[in-house]
């Protein structure tokens, strides 16, 4: 027996908030429900892709730029668009680090934002310090997937030496 439209909404609405209501246990599984959560707050605006770029070197790194496109490849204005996220902070607490996950209505650009500097982190990437590193994070609303670019800036040192 097929589900009806109203059963299938009613469904979806009470896994998500299952999904707000149960804390993230660890970096990967916020991000994976804030990859949902935006995925769908992107959809909601129109958009079918996201790109947010990022620049860092010296010791500083910033989000450069938030770009939401609609089917037309017109770019969206998203100034009153929210969506709830994780947000995750982190404190060293005895032996080690922990996270802290809180759940946060956040500016659909900003959530973007956070979403790319929190990429970065869970992925390693020193992407701020010394000479730094650059790229974008891609959302491909069709694909439903989410790419993180990097490309890290390296200085590299050749030696010579010369007898006269």
Do not use: C
């Not at 079918?48 to 010791?59: C, F, L, R, T």
């Not at 982190?121 to 694909?143: A, M, P, S, T």
Request: no cysteine.
């Amino acid at each position: 027996m097929k589900k009806s439209n109203k059963a299938k909404k009613k469904s979806n609405e009470i896994k998500k908030l299952l999904k707000i209501e149960s804390v993230p246990k660890n970096i990967s599984e916020a991000l994976e429900r804030n990859k949902e959560f935006l995925l769908e707050a992107l959809s909601e605006a129109g958009a079918v892709s996201a790109e947010i770029e990022y620049n860092g070197s010296g010791d500083s790194g910033q989000v450069e730029s938030v770009i939401v496109l609609d089917k037309k490849g017109s770019a969206l204005k998203l100034a009153s668009n929210t969506v709830k996220i994780y947000s995750v902070s982190s404190t060293f607490e005895g032996k080690g680090w922990e996270n802290k996950f809180v759940l946060e209505e956040k500016k659909l650009g900003d959530a973007l934002s956070s979403l790319a500097e929190l990429l970065l982190d869970y992925n390693h990437i020193d992407w701020y310090n010394n000479d730094g590193g650059f790229g974008k994070v891609v959302v491909d609303l069709k694909e439903g997937s989410i790419k993180l670019q990097h490309n890290q800036r390296i200085m590299t040192d050749e030696y010579s030496e010369f007898d006269f």
